[in-house]
């Protein structure tokens, strides 16, 4: 599982992170890499989630999706970084779609802005997470 991810506000940063925090986050990082590159062929779809807090559900999925896409962009740079080629990843911005959490429910907004990496090896697909833990977005 990926490790949990607070992105900055309205960026695809993770300043707000402890020392801790980001030692765990790029471990997991690390360990995925390493996962990739120890099958042959697998495939790497990263889907970055904002939080979608005001509007209707449409606007926010549709109005979100740049941030997304620039949070799943930063995670598919590290994994390159990472020794990933790039053609075997997928950055994608979801936008506000798929909430976690009922934007009703403030307390839990930081469930909705998160990574979720899927790898895929022919029929066979490993699902990895990452939560944001950021609430002011």
């Given at each position: 599982e990926l490790t949990s991810i607070s992105f900055d506000p309205d960026a695809a940063t993770f300043n707000n992170l402890t020392k801790v925090q980001r030692r765990e986050f790029l471990q997991s990082l690390d360990e995925i890499a390493e996962r990739v590159l120890s099958v042959e062929g697998t495939k790497i779809r990263v889907e970055g989630y904002a939080?979608?807090?005001?509007?209707?559900e449409e606007?926010?999925?549709?109005?979100?999706?740049?941030?997304?896409?620039?949070?799943?962009?930063?995670?598919?740079?590290m994994?390159?970084?990472?020794?990933?080629?790039?053609?075997?990843?997928t950055a994608v911005g979801m936008g506000g779609a798929n909430p976690k959490a009922s934007l009703t429910d403030r307390e839990n907004w930081w469930k909705n802005r998160r990574i979720e990496i899927v790898l895929t090896k022919e029929a066979a697909?490993?699902?990895?997470s990452g939560e944001a833990a950021d609430e002011n977005e």
């Open positions: 939080n979608n807090t005001s509007g209707t606007e926010n999925v549709n109005d979100l999706i740049p941030l997304s896409q620039k949070r799943a962009e930063k995670i598919e740079e994994l390159i970084e990472r020794g990933i080629n790039k053609e075997t990843i697909i490993i699902e990895n």
